[in-house]
């Protein structure tokens, strides 16, 4: 009887090394996918798309006299996009209301990033129009 509580012990315990290595293996390919987000987001090839992505917006935007003064990527809520590329979440003059996700992709012919369509805030709209 002895040996039995044994076996079944030791498959118990191989079992749970097993299991918990598995979670630990996807555990770090997520935060690898979040790290090769953040590290694109923050390339200067990313910064100069999403600066001119402001400019199209507001022409004068990064400078005192235009409606966006600053953005700020939320770098935690990036996010994959189903069909390719990936959701960029960017929070305007430090104002959790005045945000847009602009979506990023890489273009398959020239290699380099490129945007396809934004959604953005209401307040963001408004400060745009100017209301």
Known sequence: ??????????VCSIF????GGCSMQGKSKKETEKEKMIK???????????????????PKALT?????????V???K????????????IVINDNPKLHITVHIFQDPE???????GSTSS??????????
């Open 16 to 19: 749970l090394l097993v299991l």
């Open 64 to 72: 005192p006299e235009g409606k966006i003064k600053t953005y700020k």
């Open 78 to 89: 990036l996010k994959y996009n189903p069909m390719g590329g990936m959701m960029v979440p």
């Open 40 to 58: 694109i987001v923050e390339s200067e090839e990313a910064k100069a798309l999403l600066d001119e992505w402001m400019k199209n917006m507001d």
């Open 110 to 116: 020239t290699g380099k990033l490129d945007g396809s």
């Open 74 to 76: 939320s770098k935690n």
């Open 122 to 131: 209401p307040e963001l709209g408004q400060l745009l129009r100017g209301e």
């Open 1 to 10: 009887m002895k040996k039995i509580l044994l076996v079944i012990g030791i």
